[in-house]
Nanobody, 125 residues
Framework: VQLQASGGGLVQPGGSLRLSCAAS????????MGWFRQSPGKGREFVAA????????AYADAVKARTTISRENAKKTVYLQMHTLKPEDTAIYYC???????????????????WGQGTLVTVSS
C-alpha cells in the first residue's frame, strides 16, 4: 500500500488549494479514505473522510464550510479542496486509508491503517 500526497505549498490567507493523494497497491474503490493534518506541537487531527464511491462525506467542524473531499477511483486519486484558508490551517496534511467501512468508524487516527508521507501547507502573507 502506498499513498502519495501532493499539492501543498505557501498560500496567502483567503486563498485556495487542492491536495491530491495518489493511491497504489490496493483497490482504492474498496476503501473509505480520509485526510488528517498535524500542526507543530499538536496531535494529528481529522479533516475529512469519504465513502468508497464518494456518495457520502464527513468533515471536521473547523473546516466543513470551506472544504470538499472527493475521489476519482479510476484515477486512483483522492482530493481535498480547501477555500478561504486561514493561518491556523497551516499543517502537514496526510491522506490515509480507513481500516473499516463507514464514516462513523473512519474518524480517529487509530481507524486508519495506511498513511501517506504528508504534504506541507503554509498559510501566510
Amino acid at each position: 500500500v502506498q499513498l502519495q500526497a501532493s499539492g501543498g505549498g505557501l498560500v496567502q490567507p483567503g486563498g485556495s488549494l487542492r491536495l491530491s493523494c495518489a493511491a497504489s497497491g490496493f483497490l482504492l474503490g474498496g476503501a473509505y479514505m480520509g485526510w488528517f493534518r498535524q500542526s507543530p506541537g499538536k496531535g494529528r487531527e481529522f479533516v475529512a473522510a469519504i465513502s468508497r464511491y464518494g456518495e457520502t462525506t464527513a468533515y471536521a467542524d473547523a473546516v466543513k464550510a470551506r472544504t470538499t473531499i472527493s475521489r476519482e477511483n479510476a484515477k486512483k486519486t483522492v482530493y481535498l479542496q480547501m477555500h478561504t484558508l486561514k493561518p491556523e490551517d497551516t499543517a502537514i496534511y496526510y491522506c490515509a486509508r480507513c481500516r473499516r467501512l463507514g464514516l462513523g468508524v473512519c474518524r480517529q487516527v487509530s481507524d486508519f491503517d495506511s498513511w501517506g508521507q504528508g504534504t506541507l501547507v503554509t498559510v501566510s502573507s
